[in-house]
């Protein structure tokens, strides 16, 4: 799977003059997009493809984490805010008091991937486990309780590689493995997707998490046993039929019911051209889709 450019803070930005949501530069009308970091990657693969689409349209493109996306929106700074959890009650109603209605578009699948260091020989990991890690509660502290000593890892502890808390992908991990329990204090908290997956990948000590198109050759992701006590591997496949224990859907938040250029950017990525861009990217697309293969 090919390793994504990434930055900490990416902006993609193709025109000038970026201001208001919906500004017209000129005779360009440009769309404010921000949010996860989980999504930027593709994001930016989007924006930039859609010059050649529409090239009246420029797409502003910034990273930042899913909650200053999500918190754009709530303030009325962006069109489309990009998440890789959904919005939360409390959130939502955030932005209608701001006048301000965020509409849901689900925009493809991700599998939430466990990343060890290459030299880790653990195969499979549970969710309990992974709580038992994680958790405020977990009591596993070290690899021998796993069952395995992992070479270079001369103190045998377990080094958590987390996120920080403006983070879709540290919300959906503490809701979908952690049941909301808070997670237990110690760990390195990193800004970005890559980051995690760089660690660990120079930690042999080192247990990650995060989207499955980060993965690279210098890590290894173990499969994750169901409730049904099968070990699943992290997948496109998986991801897209659910399989996967911790799959979850990508969002991107418009500001109310989109129209004109914006309506037309989000049909396009639901198009089988975006959906395509997406899965060339390493994550799943929403539906089904039949791609050309790159020479």
């Not at 193709?14 to 949501?21: D, E, K, Q």
């Not at 399989?243 to 037309?264: T, W």
């Amino acid at each position: 799977m090919k390793k994504p450019a990434y930055s900490l803070l990416v902006l993609f930005v193709l025109v000038a003059g970026c201001g208001r949501p919906g500004a017209n530069s000129g005779s360009r009308q440009v769309i404010e997009n921000k949010g996860s970091d989980t999504l930027v990657n593709v994001a930016q693969a989007w924006a930039e493809a859609y010059q050649t689409v529409e090239p009246n349209v420029a797409v502003a493109v910034t990273g930042g984490g899913s909650g200053t996306g999500i918190a754009a929106l709530i303030n009325g700074t962006v069109d489309i805010a990009n998440s890789s959890r959904e919005m939360s009650e409390e959130e939502k109603q955030n932005a209608i008091a701001n006048n301000h209605t965020p509409i849901e578009h689900i925009v493809g699948y991700d599998a939430l991937a466990i990343y060890l260091h290459n030299d880790n020989p653990l195969q499979q990991i549970t969710l309990e486990q992974l709580a038992g890690i994680y958790g405020e509660n977990g009591t596993i502290e070290r690899w021998e309780q796993l069952g395995v000593t992992v070479p270079g890892c001369a103190s045998g502890e377990i080094i958590r590689i987390s996120r920080q808390n403006n983070s879709g992908t540290y919300e959906y991990f503490r809701e979908a493995v952690l049941h909301e329990e808070d997670f237990k204090l110690g760990s390195r908290d990193m800004h970005g997707s890559k980051d995690v997956v760089d660690l660990v990948m120079d930690t042999p000590c080192a247990i990650g998490y995060s989207g499955l198109a980060y993965a690279t050759e210098h890590v290894h992701m173990p499969c994750v046993v169901d409730a049904a006590g099968t070990c699943v591997t992290p997948s496109e496949t998986t991801a897209i039929d659910r399989s996967y224990p911790i799959a979850r859907p990508l969002f991107m938040y418009s500001d109310g019911e989109p129209q004109g250029h914006v309506k037309a950017y989000l049909d396009w990525i639901l198009s089988d051209e975006g959906q395509c861009i997406i899965a060339d990217k390493g994550y799943a697309p929403y539906r089904p889709v039949e791609c050309a293969v790159a020479q």
